[in-house]
């Protein structure tokens, strides 16, 4: 049983719940990129901040750091515009990569047979929020 949804009245009302639902989060989908590979690149940044994240990424000698990067560039400024977090106290809540469609091609091989070469794709999610500091030092 499900709770009935209030109606709000105006637009800042609508506004106020759409901030609490949606947290700074970026989605990139139909990327032409295993999503195998894609995961050693997201498991590295991980729980880390945005700024280490962004400078792990740079380094990092991957062809699949490229679209996580914009991807974490997306929800960093996502998080700064909409829901109006502070830069420096950002963190990578969650990021998982999934898997998309795959695209089926023939390779013809010997006596006229053919392999399937499977050309997958991913869908990269980056969800990041604010760091809560208790201790006031840096994690």
Known sequence: MTAPTPEFRNKKQRKQQVKLRTP??????????????????VDVIRGK?????????????????????KVLNSAKHNALHNDE???????????????GP????????????????KKRTSHITIIVGERNDTRGGKR
């Not at 700074?24 to 690149?41: D, E, F, Q």
């Not at 901040?49 to 990067?69: G, T, Y």
């Not at 795959?102 to 070469?117: D, Q």
Request: hydrophobic fraction near 50%.
């Open 24 to 41: 700074g989060k970026a989605i990139a989908k139909y990327v032409r990129m295993s999503p195998r590979k894609v995961r050693l690149v």
């Open 49 to 69: 901040s945005v700024s280490d994240a962004e400078a792990i990424l740079r380094f990092l000698p991957k062809s699949a750091s490229e679209p996580v990067a």
């Open 85 to 99: 977090m502070l830069e420096d106290r950002l963190v990578i809540t969650a990021a998982y990569v999934d898997a």
């Open 102 to 117: 795959t695209l089926k091609r023939l390779i013809p091989r010997a006596r006229g047979s053919a392999n399937i070469l």
